[in-house]
Structure formats: structure tokens, C-alpha cells
């Protein structure tokens, strides 16, 4: 079907070329082809040619530009979105992980946390938020935020990284719990990126193990 769409706005396209609508849509498509700079190319006709500026096609282009590691560009289109319309979700989620690549914490934190106040019961804004507090150190908010996410759904990036930050507050049972419930098989592995995140967490899981087993001989040891 999307050859099929494709082949029909190319055609539209090719008796005028002066439509933004189909300019725009024709982008769409090449964005969901990951032809990221084709993609821009026709976004930017889309815009030049709208009398009237349109959140919609600086937030496609926006996300063309962060898919092509063009950061800076991407959080100025994303901003200009924002502008217009600034209850904008992707908008907010895209210029966050961009100002994140770019290690404007600030900017991402600022952006992952509208996320929550626009969607509070979407697990993956909490765990954006989670994310940045523990680049900041700040593990305790941290692990309150993966909880929160994993409590509306239980979602195996929140757990695991819930976990790391238990290991970083020096608690390792819960850590250890955290990582048996990735392990245990009871979550299913459905996606490659799934089953990456639980090998991970089996190694972890196993230093965990060593490591409290070298805590407890050393116990003994001292009380001989």
C-alpha cells in the first residue's frame, strides 16, 4: 500500500508541483522509508510554498533532521512546532532526545518532563524522565520515576533501569529482585532490543550474585 501511495503522489506531484499538501505527504513517505535528506528536501518545499506556517510540517521536518543526526536543525524546527502549537507530543519527546544526544540536559529534562504533564499515564515519558535524573546522578528521583512507569505498565527498559539505579544507592536486594523479574521468564522477550536488555540483565544479575557471595564469605572471614 505505501508503494501504491507513494507511486500516486509522485504522479500528482509530477502535473503540480506546487501543492504543499502533497509535498508534505510525499516527505511523510520518504521519512517512513528512512530517505531522511530526500525527506527534508520536499518538507522544505512544503514549507516554503504554505502562506501559513504549519506545526505539522516543521515537527515532520524537524524528526527528518534528528533521524539525520542534524540535531541543531532538528531542535530549531522541533521549537518552531512547539511554537505554534505547544500541546505537540512528538514535538517535545523528539527535541528532548535531540537536546539529550546534544548533552543539553536542561533542554531534555524541560522537554521530558512537559511529556508527563501532557500524557501522565504514558510509562515512557516517566522513563525519559528517569533517564535524564540519573545522567544528572539524582538515582533516588530516578528509580521514583521508573517506578511510576513500570506501576501503568511494566515495561522491561523501566525495570532494568530501575535496577541500575538500586545498584548505584548500594541496594542490592532490590536490584537483585529487580533483575530476577527480567530473568525469570515470565516477561516475554518479543522484540531484539527486549532480548538485548534481558542477556544484559542476566550478566547483571550474575555479577549481583558473586558479588553478594563475596560480601557474605568475607563476613566470615572477619569474625575468624
Known sequence: ????????????????????????YYGIL???????????????????LNEDANAKYFLARGIAF???????????DLSVAIKLKD????????RG???????????????????????????????????????AGSYEEAAKSFTIATSIKPIKKGIYQ???????????????????MLVSGTMDADEDEDRELMSFAAADRKCLIALRSAIS??????KH
Request: with cysteine.
Open 97 to 135: 532526545k535531540c537536546a539529550y544526544l546534544l548533552e543539553d540536559t536542561d533542554l531534555a529534562f524541560a522537554d521530558f518532563q512537559k511529556l508527563v504533564s501532557l500524557d501522565v499515564n504514558n510509562p515512557f515519558a516517566h522513563i525519559n524522565v528517569g533517564n535524564i535524573l540519573m545522567t
Open 87 to 94: 500541546t505537540l507530543f512528538l514535538a517535545y519527546l523528539n
Open 66 to 76: 534528528g533521524c539525520g543526526s542534524m540535531f541543531k536543525e532538528a531542535i530549531k
Open 217 to 222: 564469605n568475607g563476613k566470615k572471614d572477619n
Open 1 to 24: 500500500y505505501l508503494a501504491q501511495a507513494e507511486s500516486i503522489i509522485a504522479k500528482s506531484l509530477a502535473q503540480n508541483n506546487t501543492d504543499h499538501f502533497l509535498l508534505f
Open 30 to 48: 520518504k521519512l517512513h522509508n528512512q530517505e531522511f535528506l530526500q525527506a527534508i528536501q520536499y518538507f522544505n518545499r512544503a514549507v516554503k
Open 162 to 180: 530501575r535496577a541500575r539505579c538500586f545498584v548505584a544507592l548500594s541496594k542490592m536486594e532490590e536490584a537483585y529482585n529487580d533483575l530476577s
